[in-house]
């Protein structure tokens, strides 16, 4: 039976309100046992690490059980271990993933709302990932761009195995909706034209060269960005540390996943500490200081959800 303006006025005290609220399926916004503002940013999603050795050792377990009709990426999700029944996010706002592609191959082509990007690992020579009819070369430490919408498969025509990480934000999609996805009607695009200087490869010679004659943001320490073009949600960024640089991070609201493209150091979370080596992937959620120790010349590349929050005035140092 609805509830009428009239059961409101005879309402004789807060419950009998309380009551009738409820089955107007309105709650009161002044009694909830969990307040909907808070003054800081909750921290949730910790600091986690995961090693390349590791991860390679796994994808190849997989590539003897799992082939590319069972499976359209054979790929292992970094699900942050520490939010109870997380399955996914690597952070709030990202995933990332580790993937491997047999010699000889392919694995077929889709698109999706979700913007993603490559970082490559170790590939033969000949391995591609097809985006939008184009072949574009994988070589280690390039970055490859599949923005939202564009067709992407991966084709390896090396005589080795082919691996990298892929990143997304799968996460910003699935808390706001827009999710569409569609398979490619030939399975895996045709592409001929090899693109070696698309837009959206971002190879690992360019960007040594780029941060050679870029400014030092702190002792031993240069930074660039990756764009444009640039992703609209994940921001891309490669930090070069000098043996034995340091790098601080302060507290803030930014959600990074850090991959090191080369060298060997040390990171550390308020006092939580992660030896890291070439290939390993490091969740850096929101609401941690860092600090970065190189022991050697180290690349490390930061994967951020950096232009989402700026677009909304929503980036900010935590106290
Ligand atoms: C995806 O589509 C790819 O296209 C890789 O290679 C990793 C992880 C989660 C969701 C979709 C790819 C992915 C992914």
């Known amino acids: 039976m609805s509830v009428t303006p009239q059961d409101?006025?005879?309402?004789?005290?807060?419950?009998?309100?309380y009551d009738l609220l409820a089955r107007c399926n309105v709650q009161n916004g002044w009694n909830k046992p969990e307040p909907s503002l808070w003054p800081l940013p909750t921290i949730d999603f910790k600091p986690a690490a995961w090693s390349y050795a590791q991860a390679r050792a796994a994808l190849d377990a997989a590539g003897r059980f799992v082939n590319t009709e069972l499976a359209e990426r054979r790929n292992l999700i970094l699900a942050n271990p520490t939010v109870a029944g997380n399955l996914y996010p690597s952070v709030k706002t990202l995933v990332a993933a580790y993937q491997m592609v047999k010699a000889g191959e392919q694995a077929r082509s889709h698109r999706h709302t979700a913007n993603a990007l490559r970082l490559v690992l170790e590939t033969g020579e000949n391995a591609f990932t097809i985006v939008d009819g184009l072949k574009i070369p994988m070589e280690p430490g390039d970055v490859l761009l599949t923005p939202n919408w564009s067709w992407h498969g991966h084709s390896n025509e090396a005589t080795s195995n082919a691996y990298w990480m892929d990143f997304l934000d799968v996460p910003m999609i699935h808390l706001n909706g827009p999710m569409f996805f569609e398979h490619h009607p030939e399975k895996v695009e045709p592409a001929s034209e090899i693109s070696a200087d698309s837009p959206n490869r971002f190879s690992f010679a360019q960007t040594r060269e780029r941060l050679a004659g870029a400014a030092e943001v702190?002792?031993?320490?240069?930074?660039?960005?990756l764009g444009a073009p640039a992703l609209r949600t994940i921001g891309l960024h490669v930090y070069r540390l000098e043996a034995g640089a340091r790098l601080h991070v302060g507290k803030s609201t930014l959600s990074a996943i850090w991959a090191p493209m080369q060298g060997r150091g040390e990171a550390s979370f308020d006092g939580v500490a992660f030896a890291f080596a070439r290939g390993d992937a490091i969740a850096a959620p929101l609401g941690f200081a860092q600090n970065w120790r190189a022991e050697e010349e180290t690349y490390l590349l930061r994967v951020s959800d950096e232009p989402f929050l700026t677009k909304n005035e929503w980036l900010r140092e935590i106290p």
């Open 8 to 17: 409101f006025a005879a309402a004789a005290n807060m419950q009998e309100l």
């Open 218 to 225: 702190a002792p031993g320490v240069r930074r660039i960005e």
